[in-house]
T-cell receptor
Framework: DADVTQTPRNRITKTGKRIMLECSQTKGHDRMYWYRQDPGLGLRLIYYSFDVKDINKGEISDGYSVSRQAQAKFSLSLESAIPNQTALYFC??????????????FGPGTRLTVL | GQQVMQIPQYQHVQEGEDFTTYCNSSTTLSNIQWYKQRPGGHPVFLIQLVKSGEVKKQKRLTFQFGEAKKNSSLHITATQTTDVGTYFCAGPNMGYQKVTFGTGTKLQVIP
């Protein structure tokens, strides 16, 4: 079973719709992240969280919100989707303990299209 | 804020040729990470370099961390079709709260 899962894997929606992307992990990591990938721009950080009470904005948080429902679950919401939010979205986890110090473990991604 | 740039953005090579991607940070990094993303896949961690001037090898891949800890490179010797993908460097901020990813280099290997 995958350690970091994302649902849905693909989603097509219309401008103005609210949409939620979900991420779950079984790695036991405290840190979770949401990234957006666009061609030529790499991976840009949207939000990150270190526990259920700790939510932080990344470099491109406008138009997005998040919820950390439990240590293992971190959801990303688009309150009113717009076409330039069409992108590939990745959830990731990390930990500062052990040999995988600060290594980012990524989910399979969600491809979102906003029409 | 911290910016991490990579060059080139794209590279096409003939199978068997060498390939290098360069990573430059606007700020001094405590360490540098490299990831590979296969087409249609997600980024996967390759390696982390910590020391100034550090060089590490993984089979045909050689990773270097600059003396000033502001740049890094990944060199692939004798590319194979399995090397196809996008390579990202990434550097944490000083408190290790988050990681800034480079813009990536997309490698295409022509058989």
């Amino acid at each position: 079973d995958a350690d970091v899962t994302q649902t849905p894997r693909n989603r097509i929606t219309k401008t103005g719709k609210r949409i939620m992307l979900e991420c779950s992990q079984t790695k036991g990591h405290d840190r979770m992240y949401w990234y957006r990938q666009d061609p030529g721009l790499g991976l840009r950080l949207i939000y990150y969280s270190f526990d259920v009470k700790d939510i932080n904005k990344g470099e491109i948080s406008d138009g997005y919100s998040v919820s950390r429902q439990a240590q293992a679950k971190f959801s990303l919401s688009l309150e009113s989707a717009i076409p330039n939010q069409t992108a590939l979205y990745f959830c990731a986890t990390s930990d500062l303990r052990g040999s995988s110090y600060n290594e980012q473990f990524f989910g399979p991604g969600t491809r979102l299209t906003v029409l | 804020g911290q910016q991490v740039m990579q060059i080139p953005q794209y590279q096409h090579v003939q199978e068997g040729e060498d390939f290098t991607t360069y990573c430059n940070s606007s700020t001094t990094l405590s360490n540098i990470q490299w990831y590979k993303q296969r087409p249609g896949g997600h980024p996967v961690f390759l390696i982390q370099l910590v020391k100034s001037g550090e060089v590490k090898k993984q089979k045909r891949l050689t990773f270097q961390f600059g003396e000033a800890k502001k740049n890094s490179s990944l060199h692939i010797t004798a590319t194979q079709t399995t090397d196809v993908g996008t390579y990202f460097c990434a550097g944490p901020n000083m408190g290790y709260q988050k990681v800034t990813f480079g813009t990536g280099t997309k490698l295409q290997v022509i058989p």
